[in-house]
């Protein structure tokens, strides 16, 4: 079946440290694979998406790339914030849009 | 533009009592996903509805059902609850059944 794998959290970084989030899939086929997250008291929000293999997903300064060949999508980004603090959540879709199945979520606390 | 809703905000049920969610879809989608979050976890896939018809269900019991109605609005039934299904329920909807998920805030359910 589908699944997601992400690294036990919780991660704590000081302001302006380099983030990595891994995520990898188990999947058959050609899966979407996206990035949500969940600030404290709010729902999910979509953070970046991937629909093909090396393609790169972007959005506020974080990034991820479909690695089928180690059947990774590990979200990075240069530089955090406090404003960063929050759950993350890798998660795919076997069919764009369908039937996601999502990881166990990271949580990121980020001190000034 | 109105956001994904709703509602209630907090549920207190027993055990083998039914329960009735709501969401209302965001203006324009016709697709709704609902979700289980169980303190912790990430979501899992409960079903989709796509037009007023079951689009796609995750390895949940019957027990669990939905509607979708005219207005594209949904609402998740729970009957017999137990007490594993206390939970934040997620609603998202989409554009169409392939396009991205906009998720409410979501109703805790608490089964005592």
């Known amino acids: 079946g589908n699944s997601v794998t992400q690294m036990e959290g919780p991660v704590t970084l000081s302001e302006e440290a380099f983030l990595t989030i891994n995520c990898t899939y188990t999947?058959?086929?050609?899966?979407?694979l996206f990035w949500y997250v969940q600030y404290p008291g709010e729902g999910l929000q979509l953070l970046l998406k991937a629909t093909k293999a090396d393609d790169k997903g972007s959005n506020k300064g974080f990034e991820a790339t479909y690695r089928k060949e180690t059947t990774s999508f590990h979200l990075e980004k240069g530089s955090v914030q406090v404003s960063d603090s929050a759950v993350y959540f890798c998660a795919l879709s076997p069919n764009y849009g369908q039937n996601f199945v999502f990881g166990p979520g990271t949580r990121l606390s980020v001190l000034p | 533009e109105t956001g994904v809703t709703q509602s209630p905000t907090h549920l207190i049920k027993t055990r083998g009592q039914q329960v009735t969610l709501r969401c209302s879809s965001q203006?324009?989608?016709?697709?709704v996903s609902w979700y289980q979050q169980a303190l912790g976890q990430g979501p899992q896939f409960i079903f989709q509805?796509?037009?007023?018809?079951?689009?796609g269900r995750g390895n949940f019991p019957p027990r669990f059902s939905g509607l979708q109605f005219p207005n594209y609005s949904s609402e998740l039934n729970v009957n017999a609850l137990e007490l594993d299904d206390s939970a934040l329920y997620l609603c998202?909807?989409?554009?169409?059944?392939?396009?991205?998920?906009?998720f409410g805030p979501g109703t805790r359910l608490t089964v005592t």
């Open positions: 203006s324009g989608h016709n697709t």
């Open positions: 998202a909807s989409s554009l169409s059944a392939t396009y991205e998920q906009y």
């Open positions: 509805y796509y037009r007023e018809e079951e689009n």
């Open positions: 999947a058959t086929g050609y899966p979407s």
